[in-house]
């Protein structure tokens, strides 16, 4: 089977969580023995560099990248409020990346085009101009779900005006855009009945993120049990709207009250762009680690992972990783979404203050509870989030698309 993979961002350097799930479909797909290649789109944040990747994978994909410059423009943007279309999906058609497209197309012949995410959906109609091959939209989220939850947490009217907007046009062009694909590969299972609810009838599976076991080593020393000077800790991208959103709320609404309860307890951030406020916060007990070397090594050398989210979509990549490391987690419900979890069995549900603190006192009326949780957090990815059988049913999805 050939398939073109075409990708918003590079899999390599896997700088975050959408850079690991792409280049887990790649290495899937490869592994499985599909003949692979990759044109990918090249930005700012997410530049390609062939030398990120091994040789090995060079060879077998035949990646190719193309820079687009995706910084928002205030006057592009302000036009859109007067047009139909969705200025952010705009920002990723790149006339060079379309050439390129074309010219792939022309050159070979393949059975699957595999879009990564709703932004690659702009290069459908060249796709159907120059190919037979059936389309897939693996599908990251509901992106105008996003930018409707960013609305209704915003406290600026104007701002709330423009996020509304953008959310409408959003959702407009996700809807029209499902008649432009043979299926869709969603990646939780609410995220494939919200594409039902849209009127979707195209074929769908879900396909959850994926991780190789292998990758992921549990520390076999846990902290004692009468140390309950637990080590918090939040790990991603602050350029990543819903991250910023989600940590400013704990900061203010969650961490200093609860510090009050538990100051012996400390909490560590790290990802890349942090904001100054938070490079210079004046927050008790928290300290920030920025872009670090080694994301599972900052794992392990930390206790319970919290994940604040109020907007995003779709599945935390983070949270899959860092249980596949024996962690507990503490997640709001959203951030929680698509999971297959269990409160208080695999993993720990907190969506105010009052309820972490109850998860907290919950830890430590029994310490012996967070190694049994992160246990049960392992044996969860063991069952649910293995890559190779994963990839397997995505493969699988193909083949009855093409027959």
Request: with cysteine.
């Amino acid at each position: 089977m050939r398939v073109l993979q075409l990708c918003l961002k590079p899999p390599q350097p896997a700088k975050d969580g959408g850079c690991i799930a792409i280049n887990n479909i790649s290495r899937g797909l490869i592994n499985l023995g599909a003949e692979l290649k990759i044109l990918t789109l090249s930005t700012h944040k997410h530049p390609f560099r062939l030398e990120a990747f091994d040789e090995e994978f060079v060879n077998q994909s035949g990646i190719e990248g193309v820079f687009i410059d995706t910084k928002v423009n205030v006057v592009d943007a302000f036009s859109s409020l007067v047009t139909s279309d969705s200025y952010n999906i705009s920002r990723f058609f790149s006339t060079d990346f379309d050439i390129l497209l074309r010219k792939t197309l022309e050159n070979d012949e393949f059975d699957i085009v595999h879009l990564e995410s709703l932004f690659m959906t702009t290069y459908i109609h060249t796709i159907r101009r120059f190919s037979k091959a059936k389309i897939v939209l693996r599908s990251h989220n509901l992106e105008y779900m996003i930018w409707e939850r960013l609305a209704r947490q915003s406290n600026n009217p104007a701002k709330k005006v423009y996020l509304t907007h953008l959310a409408k046009q959003l959702k407009k062009y996700e809807v029209n855009v499902l008649s432009g694909v043979d299926g869709i590969a969603a990646i939780t299972d609410e995220d494939q009945l919200k594409y039902k609810n849209l009127g979707c009838k195209k074929p769908m599976i879900t396909i959850p993120f994926g991780i190789n076991l292998s990758d992921y080593h549990i520390q076999e020393e846990r902290k004692s049990t009468d140390q309950l000077n637990f080590k918090l800790f939040h790990l991603g991208a602050m350029d990543w709207k819903p991250n910023l959103e989600g940590i400013a709320w704990f900061l203010e609404e969650i961490w200093n009250k609860s510090q009050q309860n538990h100051p012996a307890f400390s909490l560590h951030l790290a990802g890349r762009h942090m904001p100054d406020w938070l490079l210079e916060n004046n927050f008790p007990n928290v300290f920030n680690h920025g872009e670090v070397d080694s994301a599972n090594q900052f794992m392990l050398d930390h206790d319970i992972m919290i994940v604040p989210l109020l907007s995003a979509g779709g599945m935390r990549v983070k949270i899959i990783e860092g249980m596949a490391l024996g962690k507990v987690v503490i997640s709001t419900r959203i951030g929680a979404e698509g999971i297959n979890c269990k409160n208080r069995e695999n993993i720990l549900i907190a969506n105010n203050l009052d309820e972490f603190e109850d998860q907290l006192k919950w830890i430590e009326e029994d310490p012996e509870r967070l190694s049994l949780i992160g246990s049960n957090a392992r044996r969860l990815v063991e069952g649910y989030y293995d890559n190779e059988s994963i990839m397997k049913d995505l493969y699988g999805f193909y083949v009855n698309l093409i027959q």
